[in-house]
């Protein structure tokens, strides 16, 4: 069975940074493309970025563009989101998924899956 795990939010002060990981199991990981997206309250889901089985393919939205990367751990047994600079709209449940991931974004199935999110605050 597929599971993805997010770890790694909290709360920030604006400027501050946080890495959030997403782990999986049930599949390999090291060979799949993994996307990040988030959702605030009364707001719809956003992609944030992802990158491609074989890490040759990243992309990142122009909100985080220069602040955020993308990256597999040594092992590539977690994809980590390495979040910089925060903002408060950056505020969100932040979600991992499987997916295929292009220059211009992910795309995801509805075979794919999700983790169950993790939240970041960015706040004074």
């Known amino acids: 069975q597929v599971h993805l795990v997010e770890s790694g939010g909290g709360s920030v002060q604006p400027g501050g940074s946080l890495r959030l990981s997403c782990a999986g199991s049930?599949?390999?990981?090291?060979?799949?493309?993994i996307a990040w997206f988030r959702q605030a309250p009364g707001k719809e889901r956003e992609e944030v970025s992802c990158?491609?089985?074989?890490?040759?393919?990243?992309y990142y939205a122009d909100s985080v563009k220069g602040r955020f990367t993308i990256s597999r751990d040594n092992g590539k047994t977690t994809v980590s989101l390495q979040m910089n600079n925060l903002k408060p709209e950056d505020t969100a449940m932040y979600y991992c998924?499987?997916?295929?991931?292009?220059?211009?974004?992910?795309?995801?199935?509805?075979?794919?899956?999700w983790g169950q999110g993790t939240q970041v605050t960015v706040s004074s």
């Open positions: 998924a499987t997916g295929e991931c292009y220059n211009t974004g992910a795309l995801i199935g509805t075979d794919d899956y």
């Open positions: 049930g599949f390999t990981l090291a060979l799949s493309s």
């Open positions: 990158i491609r089985s074989g890490d040759r393919v990243t």
